[in-house]
């Protein structure tokens, strides 16, 4: 069972930047496709960002390209959520989610189907 931990989130202004970090642990081990979802209140949960197992692929959503970057340490099995110039719209509970096989690449990368293991979530909350 792979374990999957966000941390980071919290309180921020319009235009202030947060990281996200998302931390691996479990078995099997390895390095696993990763990506980030969100979901508002009220609204179905939505890709943010993904990154490929090598860390050589990314992929961001139109509503935050631009804006956020997608980075990661495999030596730390930790990925992470560079969110800068933040809109009240980024408000939400940010997942963490990883493929179901190491060194696999997700036929869809934006689509939450694809990833197997999730984490509990982070709420990110940014004020006007």
């Known amino acids: 069972q792979v374990h999957l931990v966000e941390s980071g989130g919290g309180l921020a202004q319009a235009g202030d930047s947060l990281t996200l970090s998302c931390a691996t642990s479990?078995?099997?081990?390895?390095?696993?496709?990763m990506a980030w979802f969100r979901q508002a209140p009220g609204k179905e949960r939505e890709f943010v960002a993904a990154?490929?197992?090598?860390?050589?692929?990314?992929l961001f959503s139109d509503s935050v390209k631009g804006r956020f970057s997608a980075s990661r340490d495999n030596d730390q099995n930790t990925v992470y959520l560079r969110m800068d110039r933040l809109y009240v719209d980024d408000s939400a509970i940010y997942y963490c989610?990883?493929?179901?096989?190491?060194?696999?690449?997700?036929?869809?990368?934006?689509?939450?189907?694809?990833?197997?293991?999730w984490g509990q979530g982070i709420q990110v909350t940014v004020s006007s």
């Open positions: 990154i490929g197992w090598s860390g050589g692929s990314r």
């Open positions: 479990g078995r099997p081990s390895g390095r696993y496709a």
């Open positions: 989610a990883a493929a179901s096989t190491p060194e696999s690449v997700p036929l869809c990368t934006y689509c939450s189907h694809e990833y197997y293991y």
